[in-house]
Nanobody, 115 residues
């Protein structure tokens, strides 16, 4: 059973920083999985924040604009450094790992940015 544990969410003022982490367990071969962060704000659809493929390619949502940096520290560990946070970044952030048709989601961690 794959489990994803997210940490690092919280409340900050605009312009501040947070670092989200996700640790995956339940497999011995996470190196073949892609890992990423998505977010969902109230009343909005879930959207891609950033994703790193099993080959190391990194992708970001258009709204990131060089403010966030994703890293894959180990095969089963991923971090998202978020700088210059804006109130519109307020959302629940979800960790996702996927390989082919296998998709797993974490429970989510709340990020709240005040003006």
């Amino acid at each position: 059973q794959v489990q994803l544990v997210e940490s690092g969410g919280g409340a900050v003022q605009a312009g501040g920083s947070l670092r989200l982490s996700c640790v995956a367990s339940g497999r011995t071969d996470f190196s073949i999985y892609g890992m990423g962060w998505y977010r969902q704000a109230p009343g909005k659809e879930r959207e891609l924040v950033s994703y790193v493929t099993n080959g190391g390619s990194k992708h970001y949502g258009d709204f990131v604009k060089n403010r966030f940096t994703i890293s894959r520290d180990r095969a089963n560990t991923m971090s998202l450094q978020m700088n210059s946070l804006k109130p519109e970044d307020t959302a629940v952030y979800y960790c996702k790992v996927s390989y082919d048709s296998e998709v797993y989601w974490g429970q989510g961690t709340q990020v709240t940015v005040s003006a």
